[in-house]
């Protein structure tokens, strides 16, 4: 939510971002286009839907900012993301359909997804970090 809202707030000329490297548009463009393709794979086999999932978020990884921080902070994500929503699922507070729920009751695709906004988030960071926050 936070990557597309940032994107209106580009769109709009609210935000302007005054680093060179990052265009927060389209890092919230292959975030979005990730979640579409998850929701078509809907039914496909979790072979077919992880391996898809997981070498597109591997490739937002490379174009997006392949640095060894931005790796460890998809990474975490990948991990922290789907346990949070494995304990939103066990308390009972959301679930998913009988057919997407293969990894302790969330899709099993969803650390791809994680992993991919995680290097989004991580790219953007390092640039605020190189160049200073010129909001």
Do not use: K, Q
């Amino acid at each position: 939510m936070g990557l597309v809202g940032d994107a209106c707030h580009v769109a709009s000329g609210t935000t302007h971002y005054e680093w060179d490297g990052v265009d927060a548009l389209t890092g919230a463009a292959a975030i979005l286009g990730l979640y579409a393709l998850t929701a078509a794979l809907r039914g496909e086999p979790v072979t077919v839907s992880v391996a898809l999932t997981a070498a597109v978020a591997v490739v937002i990884f490379a174009w997006w900012d392949p640095s060894p921080r931005t790796l460890a902070l998809a990474l975490a994500a990948a991990v922290l993301g789907p346990l949070v929503e494995i304990a939103i699922v066990e308390i009972g507070a959301a679930s998913y359909a009988p057919d997407a729920d293969d990894l302790g009751g969330v899709a099993p695709w969803l650390p791809c997804l994680y992993f991919a906004a995680g290097a989004v988030a991580g790219g953007m960071w390092s640039a605020i970090g190189r160049d200073g926050d010129s909001r």
